[in-house]
């Protein structure tokens, strides 16, 4: 039975930065921002793209709500290997899809 897992990380455009409980506008251009997730069925990204496109937002809220906003590879890779640990003890082991990017930096993440 394919477990259809992995860790994936969201690379955005995000018009505003979080900085603890605040955000700080920076408009117009935005910032690039990454959030990393264990997820399963992520190629229903793609599909929603194509046939349900007001369907999108919620579906990246769904997946990456619980992911904290970074602003670095470093701790992008910090928060690779905290989730490669965590889930690799439970009994799904080790992700089939490993750890894969996802470009949607036309994308500002929904709050």
């Known amino acids: 039975m394919s477990a259809d897992n992995g860790i994936y990380v969201l690379v955005t455009t995000d018009k505003f930065r979080r900085e603890g409980l605040y955000l700080h506008n920076m408009l117009p251009h935005g910032i690039t921002t990454y959030r990393v997730a264990y997820a399963h069925g992520i190629d229903n990204l793609g599909w929603l793209e194509d046939n349900e496109p007001y369907n999108v937002g919620y579906f990246l809220h769904i997946v990456w709500k619980d992911s904290p906003p970074l602003y670095n590879k470093i701790e992008v890779e910090k928060e690779i290997k905290?989730?490669?640990?965590?889930?690799?003890?439970?009994?799904?082991?080790d992700t089939e899809y490993g750890v894969n990017w996802i470009d949607r930096k036309q994308y500002n993440f929904p709050s």
């Open 82 to 93: 905290r989730l490669e640990r965590l889930y690799k003890h439970t009994e799904y082991g």
